[in-house]
């Protein structure tokens, strides 16, 4: 099983939107409409930020969205908010395990 | 407030065996698969095994298959994860996490994790 692929990093400015894709293929997220994706500050364990490409856990800001194009999903950050930099890691379940891709590294200029 | 923490990590010699356990609260532990979650140090997340909430089935990523398995006690709210044959690759902090709902493919929340040291 072949890592997820996204940006090694990206940014933005407060108040901007910005978006981080995952790609990988028909035989993880291109097949499956379980792509979820993570947060994780420095020195903490991974956060739940959506799940199922799209739905937001209760108490996660709507300011995070995700979708999904054949192999490709992405995770949309809008209003960019000092508290957001962060990895950022994909996931998505491929028949009996789960991939993750190699994480994006997001800084709020 | 659901909780999980994993105990057991520490320097092991390469070949050598460790186990890892991770305690649950805070939920009906048995209707929940849990995961094991690793990061190498200054590196991305990589999925390791997943175990359903009546102890099957049992899931590895090729990396590990053959030198680890994963178990659960139930009566004890704790996953096990025993690591033989370990590896200066299997250096890394080890995460469980639950699954976020039942029937879900996603892992919410995590534990903290416990740091493993495969060196000589």
């Known amino acids: 099983q072949s890592a997820l692929t996204q940006p090694a990093s990206v940014s933005g400015s407060p108040g901007q939107s910005i978006t981080i894709s995952c790609t990988g293929t028909s035989s993880d997220v291109g097949n499956y409409d379980l792509v979820s994706w993570y947060q994780q500050h420095p020195g903490k364990a991974p956060k739940l930020m959506i799940y199922e490409v799209t739905e937001r856990p209760s108490g996660i800001s709507n300011r995070f969205s995700g979708s999904k194009s054949g192999n490709t999903a992405s995770l949309t950050i809008s209003g960019l908010q000092a508290e957001d930099e962060a990895d950022y890691y994909c996931c998505s379940y491929a028949d009996s395990h789960w991939v993750f891709g190699g994480g994006t590294k997001l800084t709020v200029l | 407030e659901v909780q999980l923490l994993e105990s057991g990590g520490g320097l092991v010699q390469p070949g050598g065996s460790l186990r890892l356990s991770c305690a649950a609260s805070g939920f009906t532990f048995s209707s929940y698969a849990i995961t094991w979650v690793r990061q190498a140090p200054g590196k991305g997340l990589e999925w390791v095994s997943n175990i359903g909430g009546s102890g099957a089935p049992t899931y590895y990523s090729e990396s590990v298959k053959g030198r680890f398995t994963i178990s659960r006690d139930n009566s004890k709210n704790t996953v096990y994860l025993q690591m033989n044959s370990l590896r200066a690759e299997d250096t890394a902090v080890y995460y469980c996490?639950?699954?976020?709902?039942?029937?879900?493919?996603?892992?919410?929340?995590w534990g903290q994790g416990t740091l493993v040291t495969v060196s000589s």
């Open positions: 996490a639950k699954v976020f709902v039942g029937g879900s493919y996603s892992f919410d929340p």
